[in-house]
RNA sequence: GGAGGGAUGACUGAGCGGCCGAAAGUGCUCGCCUGCUAAGCGAGUAGGGGGUGUGAAGCCCCCUCGAGGGUUCAAAUCCCUCUCCCUCCGCCA
């Protein structure tokens, strides 16, 4: 939710959503719909203020005057209940439209579209492609069966088998020690939210057709463990003294991956259901900028500690998501598509989701909403993608990376008979 | 799933139709006092919205006692629905 006092008085703020795509005369409904529903706040208020006033009246009243003077506020009633009917529904249209408006990009994020994120950095080179793809690999060593997941499931889901599914322990094991050894608080949370949780965390409306509904229980699967992380305080106003406050998130997520019908299709790049590492920071908003740059540093440890070679991309405004002000991808060269592709990921929502959230620190005197960040610790199913190209031999033999073999006990696997 | 009890400010906890945005305590902030610390003394201390200020302070008004509805001139207090927590029974990894 953006923050309606500044779209109307600071033109900076504007600016930054007008950089991402928003629909044609949004914020001018959006700013006329808020006048109205302001000019509506004076009125009934001063319709309850004349009510209140009566009661009070009525209260120290001698009995023999009140009978007179309750008829006389009585009146007042009807005249209040349709100024509050007006106002509550020139609100929920403010509402409406509010949640249609992204959080302002921020001046630092590049220009343009998808195509205009700007490279930060590059640590590693291109490689030449292993004799089997990630998806060959996979099968040939018996860690991935797709055939049996679609019968199980459909299409976009996969089992894990065998060593691969020892190496998903390891690299969560291994992934959560950095993190708690960084401060994080280990978390497995629930991955079954509400509406209201989705609708807080940033995610509904604008995002509601990526995520497998519960009917009957009113439920959602989540998509990230960022969803239910960030309900950790809610409505909580937190002392200046607990920031930052970070959360290592562990789950299974869930993603309809609705509109990529035909697009990597090939081993589990892209699937309905992974496990994954995820790091949610609840920053000072005035250090929410630094934050960012430790939570991208982490990323790229980790990476860089698989020996995975990648770059950093900051990504251009008009690609940012509805919540992110910022954000970095950590994208990994990808063998046999001699191209490199994002592996995790790293937002600044600054107060947009604190907003829905209620989410507050103590800041002197005042109270000031919290900034929220997130980023991908670990996408196990994609990192182990990526390391069945990388760490593959020419003769087939897996060599573990270094990090995981104290977790695995292995240095190296050799393909099957 | 069945039967009861509960949800009050940063926290503990009183209030059970008007004098309650709310006693008391804790915590926190400021001042005093004290070689230092602890203790003590005094004062202050909820959040949000709208308006008016030099869009600082201040001032005025409104809303909020789990959430939403209702009764009433008036609701923390009465009624209904929902959510969550606790106790007991049942079921269960």
Redesign the pocket.
Known sequence: MID???L???PAYRQGIERKRVRPGLLEELTAA??E???L??E???L?????????????ADPQD?PA??????A??EE??AAEARL?AAAARVRALALEVPNPADPAAPAGGEDDAVTLRTCGEPVAPPPLDHAAYAERMGWVDVAHAAEASGSRFAYLMRDAALLELALVAWVTGVLVAEGFVPTVPPVLV?ERTMEEAGFFPTDRHQVYAIPDDDLYLVGTSEIPLSALHRG??L?EAALPCRYAGFSSCFRREAGTYGTDTRGIFRVHQFDKVEMFSFSHPDASDAEHERLLAIQERIVGGLGLPYRVVDIAAGDLGAAAARKFDVEVWLPSEGRWRELTSCSNYRDFSARRL?T?V?AG?????VHTLNGTACAVGRTLLFCFEHCQQPDGTFVVPEVLRPHLGRDTVGPPG
Do not use: F, W
């Open positions: 309606l006092r500044r109307r008085d600071d808020d006048d529903r302001r000019r706040v004076a009934v208020d001063g309850r203020a004349r009510q209140n006033a009566a009661s009070r009246e009525i209260g120290r009140r003077r309750i008829a006389a506020a009585a007042l009633k209040l209940a509550a509400r909580e106003i002392d209620g507050r103590r005197g005042a109270t000031r909403l």
